[in-house]
């Protein structure tokens, strides 16, 4: 048995080390990381602390967002001995601060972004999250790790009461409280589950790599478990995005063959929403229900073929949910089993190093929080409070020192109340705090009366608050509606269905689109609290309603304040507050990460005032214009027709009408590519020359984007054509999506997702062709860039190629259809990298490629 987490990982690393264990967005683009290579980052980063001077027992801050870096960062404290304070990503630079000076920080390893807001308040010294890097050369194969890295993590003694780390819980009390764990207390905890999947690793082999897409914060211990921990008992594949937008999370599942996501119940909760509301749009809500309620009791099997076109959607790979941090709602868990998925409930706390329960994935306890861990004790209080006794309870940091949380039998008090069944099953009942105690001495549970809440189609979300009244307390509804929806129906419905003394006789609408919640998606209970007290009470504070969340999100954008502007629903998005284009992209996109819902980029590209913005939010979700990027045209054997037609086709009729002469190949020595490739835009014939200039190791591998609306109208004809036409016209959209390997790029709304679908391309090898004038040239000059491009080369990360043809407006001008040899030419120029500068503005780099071309 492992005696540290540092020979924890040495073994599983080292069984793993050639297989993919992180994957992350950057950018377009998905980045991965084999165990051997954060094997060998990490001990690179433990050397690091080592020629620095911190050694084991000190602590260093490690802030930022989830990263294959911040991983390797942690994993080489650990193997050094070196106590990690993570923070939470979101958490305020103050707060921050308060902590450091607490456990006084040797180091801060954070995000450039949070370095700049440390080096204000003069925080040193201090690493970028950014520069922990695979050193090189590297292995990350197969092959045993680099004898360095061995050497680096097996030289220090590192025991079970070391500490690990110091996890703060965000707060505002004038000193921040931490909890002490060690490595005894995370090995614990890995124990039982390492001995319980022993037993089916003979299983996984046939769907191996096992593949968790990780939503929870790593600073969070629950996060780590399924993000450190445990995937390495499996050799798994973790996956980190920061978007929690349904649809993104969708097609992060299909896309990368996920066969888990973790997260907590908000998201299962707004990815069911989206379901029910795209069955709503689709007009089969009805033939849904109806499906839904005839699948109970049905083998899971029957119920994957019901199901088949939701379970379509999230890929055929996937298969469960992990849900933590709070109480999953038992209609959601059941609308997930009903559909064949597994949806695995975990509980713990901070101070039991995360789990004390957890369902088994194919046993699970309906309702439950699963059944207690082996190697811990569970019991109830007289209050129901849920007392844990075992190896997995830590410690709390108390002015330097470890300070016990146990009384005298070793006994934690959670703070939870909780219920047992006869089989052992856990049930969570709330927090003994937000327990509503009523004038007659009965308890309220708010969890109970949410879930009667949310059984009301009216309801969008909601809360149940404890009002105190005279030393007792009453049940308050904070509700969030949907649109027409009458909050005196809602509330009549549920309470139907409540005892007596349950029902809720007070309630408040919540004046926003979304409460205030934790990073981990919790509604923030105090502030909510506070706002429904105010309310009954009558005694509103002095500074009136709150300041409408778009404006919120404009000032955070634009970095602008709007204090001295006309900021009503009627201020004009342009000329009071001065978006570009680009910042009212980044609008649509805070807009919808912070409410979780999709938006009609068509109606937000009409949308010019902050009330327009207000009433597309208060619709809720909308059906947007679809396009279409099929994956299949990337694949063997579309790859080798579509080789032969080149040649056989494209080739000779390029080569008949105008046989270019090309200039500059010399810039491409040495260059295999991706690359995104830039040109003038003249005529449709432009895409052939362009290739044909290009050598044979950079042809073959070409994708180009085209205007997304013309492309769609072939994909889906207008209904008025008459059957042939329509077949006509399909019959060319996969030819051209095929044979030309196209794909939209949209000239007015939803060109997000073809930037998305060109970092696919990339990352499967693919060069992208781009006509950034969007349009043919009217009078032989070059149109404006289009300040996407800028975006798009930004992002990619890529070399971009600047091309120019030279010559063929004149011959178009001319009305000629053939043209000499070497009468058109074709020039090339030198690829120009803007990945070393990410902070660039991308309407200046748009600029400047503009500038590229034209010089040629």
């Not at 849904?288 to 379970?311: C, D, N, T, V």
């Not at 006509?771 to 000059?781: L, N, Q, S």
């Not at 070059?782 to 080369?793: D, E, H, K, S, T």
Request: glycine share 10%; hydrophobic share 45%; proline share 5%.
């Amino acid at each position: 048995m492992a005696e540290s987490l540092a020979e924890f990982f040495r073994a599983n690393f080292q069984a793993h080390a050639g297989e993919r264990a992180y994957g992350q967005r950057c950018g377009y683009r998905m980045e991965w990381f084999t165990y051997g290579q954060v094997a060998e980052m990490a001990a690179e980063f433990a050397h690091g602390l080592e020629e620095r001077g911190i050694g084991k027992g000190e602590r260093l801050m490690l802030w930022g967002k989830n990263s294959a870096q911040w991983v390797a960062a942690f994993l080489g404290c650990a193997l050094s001995g070196v106590v990690v304070v993570p923070m939470d990503d979101v958490a305020a630079a103050e707060f921050a601060g308060r902590v450091a000076r607490q456990v006084e920080a040797k180091l801060w390893v954070c995000s450039r972004k949070h370095a700049a807001d440390l080096g204000k308040a003069g925080a040193v010294p201090m690493l970028a999250l950014e520069e922990v890097k695979v050193p090189a050369p590297s292995t990350g194969s197969a092959q045993a790790l680099s004898r360095r890295t061995q050497q680096e993590w097996g030289t220090r003694e590192i025991g079970r009461d070391d500490i690990l780390q110091i996890v703060f819980t965000s707060g505002t009390t004038a000193e921040p409280k931490g909890v002490v764990i060690t490595h005894g207390n995370v090995l614990a905890n890995i124990a039982p589950l390492e001995q319980e999947m022993q037993r089916y690793l003979k299983h996984e082999r046939w769907v191996h790599p096992v593949r968790f897409l990780n939503l929870l914060p790593l600073s969070h211990v629950f996060g780590q478990f399924l993000g450190m921990f445990l995937p390495p008992l499996l050799g798994g594949t973790v996956i980190f995005q920061e978007e929690f937008k349904p649809s993104e999370i969708l097609t992060t599942i299909r896309r990368e063959r996920v066969s888990v996501l973790v997260a907590v119940p908000r998201v299962l909760q707004s990815l069911r929403q989206k379901i029910e509301s795209d069955l709503e749009d689709s007009g089969k809500a009805e033939e849904f229900r109806q499906r839904f309620r005839a699948a109970e009791g049905k083998h899971f099997l029957r119920r994957w073929w019901i199901f088949r076109a939701i379970r379509r959607q999230f890929g055929w790979k996937f298969w469960a949910f992990i849900c933590g941090g709070a109480a999953l709602d038992a209609e959601t868990e059941e609308f997930w089993g009903r559909l064949g998925y597994a949806a695995i409930q975990g509980y713990g706390l901070t101070e039991t190093t995360s789990l004390i329960s957890v369902n088994h994935p194919f046993k699970l306890g309906k309702g439950s929080i699963g059944k207690v861990l082996p190697g811990r004790e569970v019991k109830l209080a007289e209050d129901g409070e849920i007392l844990v006794r075992g190896g997995g309870v830590a410690a709390t940091w108390d002015g330097g020192r470890r300070s016990a949380v146990v009384d005298d039998e070793g006994w934690f008090r959670t703070g939870d109340v909780g219920a047992l069944d006869e089989a052992g099953n856990l049930f969570f009942k709330g927090r003994k705090k937000e327990v509503i105690v009523t004038p007659a001495g009965l308890n309220i549970y708010p969890e109970d009366l949410e879930a009667a809440l949310r059984r009301q189609p009216e309801i969008k979300d909601c809360v149940v608050v404890g009002i105190d009244r005279q030393g007792n307390a009453e049940a308050c509804a904070v509700l969030i509606l949907r649109t027409g929806a009458s909050a005196n129906t809602v509330m009549e419905s549920a309470n139907q269905s409540l005892a007596e003394f349950q029902r809720m006789r007070m309630w408040v609408q919540w004046p926003q689109e979304d409460f205030p919640r934790t990073n981990t998606q919790k509604p923030r209970r105090n502030v909510i609290t506070e706002f429904a007290r105010k309310e009954i009470l009558q005694s509103r504070a002095e500074d009136g309603e709150s300041k409408s969340p778009v404006i919120e999100l404009i000032e955070r954008i634009t970095g602008r304040s709007v204090a001295t502007l006309r900021a009503g629903a009627d201020s004009d998005l342009q000329s009071d507050f001065g978006l570009s284009s680009l910042e009212r992209v980044e609008l649509i996109g805070a807009l919808e990460d912070r409410y979780q819902v999709d938006m009609s980029e068509t109606r937000f590209s009409a949308a010019q005032t902050v009330g327009d913005v207000e009433r597309i939010l208060r619709g809720g979700t909308r059906q947007r214009v679809e396009f279409h990027y099929p994956n299949w045209v990337l694949l063997w054997p579309v790859t080798w027709v579509r080789r032969l037609a080149r040649y056989l086709l494209v080739m000779p009729a390029t080569l008949l009408l105008a046989w270019p002469k090309i200039e500059g190949r010399k810039n491409l020595r040495g260059v295999n590519g991706p690359l995104l490739v830039i040109s003038n835009h003249i005529s449709d014939i432009d895409l052939a020359l362009v290739q044909a200039a290009l050598p044979a190791r950079l042809r073959h591998g070409v994708a180009t984007a085209t205007g997304g609306e013309a492309l769609e109208a072939l994909r889906v004809p207008a209904p008025e054509k008459n059957f042939f036409r329509r077949m006509f016209d399909r019959v060319k959209w996969v030819l051209g999506v095929s044979l030309l390997n196209l794909f939209p790029l949209p000239r007015e709304a939803g060109f997000r997702q073809s930037f998305a679908y060109a970092g696919q391309a990339v990352d499967r090898g693919y060069s992208v062709l781009v006509f950034p004038e969007g349009r043919h040239t009217e009078d032989g000059r070059m149109n404006p860039f289009r300040a996407g491009i800028g975006l798009l080369a930004k992002n990619l990360g890529i070399p971009v190629l600047p091309m120019r043809i030279v010559g063929l407006f004149e011959v178009k001008q001319a009305g000629k259809k053939f043209a000499p040899p070497g009468r058109i030419i074709v020039r090339i120029g030198k690829p120009i990298k803007f990945a070393a500068a990410p902070e660039r503005d991308p309407a200046e780099i748009a600029r400047e490629l503009q500038s590229a071309v034209e010089a040629l």
